[in-house]
């Protein structure tokens, strides 16, 4: 059974910083690529970023550029990070990490699991 787990979130000021991580159970290393996505309150969820099975690729949504950074261990346990910098309120969300065999992308009907979500909040 896959499951995957946030951690990381929390309140943070403005221009502060977080680091998010997926840990997947049930996955072989190396063997999903994986996505973060975002929702926040009364919104649609969003693209956030995404990391290839290797994690040679990453992409990103524009808004995070510059500012998140996603990466990912294969070796020993797997996890998946997203590392906030420079936060801002408008990044104020739950973010949920996503996995697929082989997509990384921002289309989020085509990742097959996906994990309960971290509160970030960030103040003004």
């Known amino acids: 059974q896959v499951q995957l787990v946030e951690s990381g979130g929390g309140l943070v000021q403005a221009g502060g910083s977080l680091r998010l991580s997926c840990a997947p159970s049930?996955?072989?290393?190396?063997?999903?690529?994986m996505g973060w996505f975002r929702q926040a309150p009364g919104k649609e969820r969003e693209f956030v970023a995404a990391?290839?099975?290797?994690?040679?690729?990453?992409?990103y949504v524009d808004s995070v550029k510059g500012r998140f950074t996603i990466s990912r261990d294969n070796a020993g346990k797997i996890a998946v990070f997203l590392q906030l910098n420079s936060l801002k309120p408008e990044d104020t969300a739950v973010y949920y990490c996503?996995?697929?065999?082989?997509?990384?992308?921002?289309?989020?009907?085509?990742?097959?699991?996906w994990g309960q979500g971290t509160q970030v909040t960030v103040s003004s």
């Open positions: 996503a996995a697929h065999v082989l997509y990384y992308g921002s289309d989020a009907g085509r990742y097959d699991f």
């Open positions: 049930g996955l072989t290393a190396g063997a999903h690529a």
């Open positions: 990391i290839s099975r290797t994690g040679r690729e990453t992409v």
